[in-house]
């Protein structure tokens, strides 16, 4: 091969180069080769290019040329370039070899792509050395798809394709098998890895605490000893107990593993042999699904159970994360803390009590199998059959798991549940509906919702002490016991005046019957607003030692005294409830004598500071969460009477502010509250305490101490008696029936309402005895009650039971406020202050006769009184007028 081909110098290596034309200069040569020829002299009809059909290649479809005749010219037009000869050979070149001066165009007319740049050979290689290699470009076997150009056409068939030989037909069969598995690959493989994936990162899986927060679980009420369950709430979903990872036994697990999913310790969250068996079952009508303990857990966390390929695919994607995330103790601990087993018991725990009153924990192989395999089935958890049958696969699947020996199979006996809600007395305790929804409002102000007690399982610490709780249940029995009046009611609270814990809560009968003769549920009575009667004067007498007065302060204590704006005389309930004209505070209220307090507020204390006392003291009103009214638009407040109306359970409350030396204790009926873990939300640390009366500790218990000194001598005179070693102090009130049109004569002695409030240093209690509104009671001799008839002799009855054997206490002694009454001996009466007051009411009240009851005081004797004829009650304020013979405040 010559090197006539080669790229000038300064070119582009190998480049194709054209043809050189008659008188252009043949340029350089190469090192080597021999000098090219000089172009022949132009002319008019110039020398044309030699023939080019002497064995060279013609262009494709180009007719093959005659020879030309020696020495004979191109018939071409002088002075006109000649085309290169065909073939491209330079004259006299050999017929075969390559075209000299340019390169070939390649068949079919097409030129070639350009070849790679080569770098410029040195002096020293190749062709100057003698180590050329010889390199031509047709020679590239990238050209031979051009030879398949120039075949002559295939055979077509009758619809116009070529007829493919075997070969081709095999090639081609090859190629679509092989573009239908790639295809394949990419659906069933490709995009579903990449789509899991995805899934993967977007699904959130549920955490142990977000799941235990859904789950709801028994309010567990325990008694102020802190270990005495009071009783249990079940929520409506079903009893649970939620354990903790460590907390259920191997046995347990493996047989539920047995069960649900045997290589639960093994599988990545989903099984893929489980999956496939699954589909074949439901192709041939089998039964048994794919999910694994993990897919189950995921379903129930999430309570999503719709039959969606979306939801079964999320849930394979959160079972394989939640793998990842938390090891297998983890997992099947929260699937049996929620799994449903029958029974109402939802969790393991609930379940080992239900059928066995046992602890998980205690479970034997045999229970234990029993209760794995009702998880398939908890609706048939009381059909013997069922039972049966599943226990003995699953005792079977144990062994061949090697979780069970083959001897201890043998041994094994179906165990025998208990019968259906025979433990259901023993949660329940002695919690009863009423005290149950109290305590869950006190817990729902303070931001702990019924909701958030399941969610928790909360566990409740009652400062309910069972001791106090028999006693008071005891005494209103007693109380109660052989009285005929139908109409009759009675409720009991008391107080620790320590901590204003709630000690006992008797409300009234548990269930009643309605109009129909049905039972329904009883009242809570201890939490119903009444008339307090002349048990409200301590609050009077405690606006007026705040602003100054004392026990010693005369006020004139005649019956029938007259007051600016008031229409009618206010009375005391008979003679010997009267003091005459010079009568102290003390004694006032010890006989309660009505004209001496309501002399008190309408002149000097006014209607807001009795309302003012008695809030310090605790009464709750409707606006701050209680259920007392009291109303100072009028003066009917300073015995009790009128729209204003207080609870058993704020009475005793109150009382226990002076019982505790003038601190006041918020009431309540929680101590502790803690979740289910025994996490503690809050403790008595956080109820609130305070001085009561004043701001300064000290004044507040002086207050409290002389409000104690005038209520002691209330007790006997009301034929009561404190326990034995204990000092006590009280105060009864009654309120009269207002007869309605149609009354016989008789129903004008008869009252409606009565009290009994008193308390020890340790335990202040409040007795109601009356009837569901304005209704007129009496007693078991057919006589009108009163506050020392049946509420009085209750409350001592309570104390005595309750205190019996308790230290003996005493109450703390304080220096009198104002004048000492033990320094009193005569002082005149004083007219402006009594019965020409200075002051007159702003407003005269409407005669509403339930707004205006007459009040009296306590009577020691049934004989005592004044008899005459009963008058009706004063407009604006005339409590105590009218009081028929033998009446009380």
């Given at each position: 091969m010559t090197d006539d081909n080669r790229s000038w110098p300064n070119q582009e290596p190998d480049a194709p180069r054209r043809g050189q034309w008659p008188g252009e200069d043949a340029g350089p040569a190469w090192p080597g080769e021999s000098p090219r020829r000089a172009t022949p002299p132009r002319g008019n009809a110039g020398p044309s290019w030699p023939a080019g059909d002497e064995g060279g290649r013609q262009w494709p479809g180009e007719q093959p040329r005659r020879p030309q005749a020696p020495g004979g010219q191109s018939g071409a037009a002088g002075g006109r370039r000649q085309p290169p000869p065909s073939g491209g050979r330079r004259p006299g070149q050999p017929p075969g070899s390559p075209p000299q001066g340019f390169r070939q165009p390649p068949p079919g007319g097409r030129r070639p792509e350009p070849e790679p740049e080569r770098e410029p050979d040195l002096i020293t290689h190749h062709a100057h050395n003698g180590t050329e290699d010889g390199y031509e470009p047709y020679d590239d076997d990238r050209f031979d798809e051009f030879a398949d150009d120039v075949e002559p056409q295939q055979e077509l068939?009758?619809?116009?394709?070529?007829?493919?030989?075997?070969?081709?037909?095999?090639?081609?069969?090859?190629?679509?098998?092989?573009?239908?598995?790639?295809?394949?690959?990419g659906v069933f493989f490709v995009v579903p890895a990449i789509a899991f994936v995805i899934t993967y990162f977007m699904v959130d899986v549920p955490t142990a605490e977000s799941v235990a927060a859904l789950q709801s679980q028994p309010i567990t009420y325990y008694y102020a000893d802190g270990k005495t369950v009071m009783g249990k709430e079940v929520p409506k979903s079903g009893n649970r107990q939620l354990l903790k990872p460590g907390e259920i036994p191997d046995v347990v697990k493996h047989a539920v593993y047995s069960a649900e999913d045997a290589t639960f310790e093994t599988n990545s969250g989903f099984d893929v042999t489980g999956i496939l068996r699954a589909v074949f079952n439901q192709a041939t009508g089998g039964q048994g699904g794919g999910s694994t303990i993990s897919q189950q857990y995921i379903k129930k966390a999430t309570e999503n159970d719709a039959p969606t390929l979306t939801r079964k695919w999320t849930e394979l994607a959160k079972s394989f994360k939640m793998n990842n995330q938390q090891s297998k103790e983890e997992i099947i601990t929260g699937y049996l803390n929620i799994v449903y087993f029958g029974r109402g018991a939802n969790g393991i725990q609930a379940a080992a009590k239900s059928y066995f009153n046992k602890d998980a924990k205690d479970l034997s192989a045999s229970e234990a199998a029993l209760l794995a395999g009702l998880i398939q089935g908890p609706s048939k958890s009381e059909n013997q059959d069922y039972a049966q049958r599943r226990w003995t696969y699953v005792m079977d699947q144990m062994v061949a798991n090697k979780w069970l020996r083959a001897d201890e199979r043998t041994a094994a006996q179906f165990p025998t549940p208990i019968p259906k809600n025979a433990n259901k007395e023993q949660d329940s305790g002695k919690m009863t509906y009423q005290l149950q929804q109290r305590i869950k409002e006190e817990l729902g102000a303070k931001g702990y919702d019924e909701t958030k007690l399941f969610a928790t399982g909360a566990k409740i610490y009652t400062t309910i002490d069972p001791a106090a709780q028999d006693a008071a249940d005891q005494a209103v029995q007693q109380g109660m016991k052989g009285q005929t009046d139908e109409k009759l009611l009675a409720a009991l609270v008391a107080v620790d005046p320590k901590t204003g814990g709630i000690l006992a809560y008797n409300y009234g009968p548990e269930t009643v019957k309605d109009k129909d003769g049905q039972d329904a549920i009883g009242q809570d009575r201890a939490n119903q607003a009444r008339n307090p009667g002349s048990s409200m004067k301590p609050f009077d007498l405690t606006g007026f030692l705040k602003m100054g007065g004392g026990l010693g302060d005369i006020f004139d204590g005649s019956d029938n005294r007259k007051f600016?704006?008031?229409?009618?005389?206010?009375?005391?309930?008979?003679?010997?409830?009267?003091?005459?004209?010079?009568?102290?505070?003390?004694?006032?209220?010890?006989?309660?004598?009505?004209?001496?307090?309501?002399?008190?507020?309408?002149?000097?204390v006014k209607p807001k500071g009795v309302v003012t006392a008695a809030k310090q003291a605790g009464v709750r009103t409707t606006d701050e969460g209680g259920t007392a009214t009291l109303f100072d638009g009028d003066n009917n407040i300073s015995l009790g009477g009128g729209k204003t109306q207080v609870a058993p359970r704020d009475m005793a409350s109150a009382y226990a502010s002076f019982a505790s030396g003038g601190v006041y204790h918020e009431q309540h009926f929680v101590s502790k509250l803690t979740n289910g873990q025994d996490e503690v939300e809050f403790d008595e640390n956080n109820i609130k305490s305070n001085p009561a009366f004043d701001n300064?500790?000290?004044?507040?218990?002086?207050?409290?101490?002389?409000?104690?000194?005038?209520?002691?001598?209330?007790?006997?005179?009301?034929?009561?008696?404190?326990?034995?070693?204990?000092?006590?102090?009280?105060?009864?009130?009654?309120?009269?029936?207002?007869?309605?049109?149609?009354?016989?004569?008789?129903?004008?002695?008869l009252n409606a309402q009565t009290w009994m409030v008193g308390y020890t240093p340790s335990v202040s209690a409040a007795v109601w005895v009356g009837g569901d509104g304005n209704q007129p009671l009496h007693d078991a001799k057919g006589k009108p009650i009163f506050g020392s008839t049946i509420a009085g002799p209750t409350w001592a009855n309570f104390l005595n039971l309750y205190l019996k054997g308790k230290p003996a206490e005493k109450f703390d002694k304080v220096e009198p406020l104002g004048k000492d009454v033990n320094e009193v001996t005569t002082t005149p009466p004083k007219p402006s202050e009594t019965a020409t007051p200075t002051e007159t009411p702003t407003s005269t009240p409407s005669p509403t006769p339930t707004e205006t009851p007459t009040e009296t005081e306590t009577s020691t004797s049934r004989t005592r009184g004044r008899p005459g004829p009963t008058t009706p009650s004063l407009p604006g304020g005339g409590d105590g007028l009218g009081r028929p013979p033998g009446s009380e405040g």
């Open positions: 068939d009758e619809k116009g394709r070529k007829v493919l030989t075997p070969a081709q037909r095999k090639k081609r069969r090859w190629k679509i098998i092989r573009r239908v598995a790639y295809a394949c690959v600016p704006g008031v229409a009618k005389p206010v009375r005391n309930a008979g003679d010997n409830e009267s003091c005459g004209p010079q009568c102290t505070v003390a004694r006032a209220m010890e006989i309660s004598a009505n004209t001496v307090f309501y002399d008190m507020v309408f002149n000097k300064d500790a000290a004044k507040s218990q002086q207050i409290a101490g002389n409000v104690t000194e005038a209520l002691k001598p209330v007790i006997g005179h009301s034929s009561l008696k404190c326990p034995t070693g204990h000092e006590c102090a009280g105060k009864t009130g009654t309120q009269q029936y207002s007869p309605k049109e149609g009354d016989p004569a008789s129903y004008n002695n």
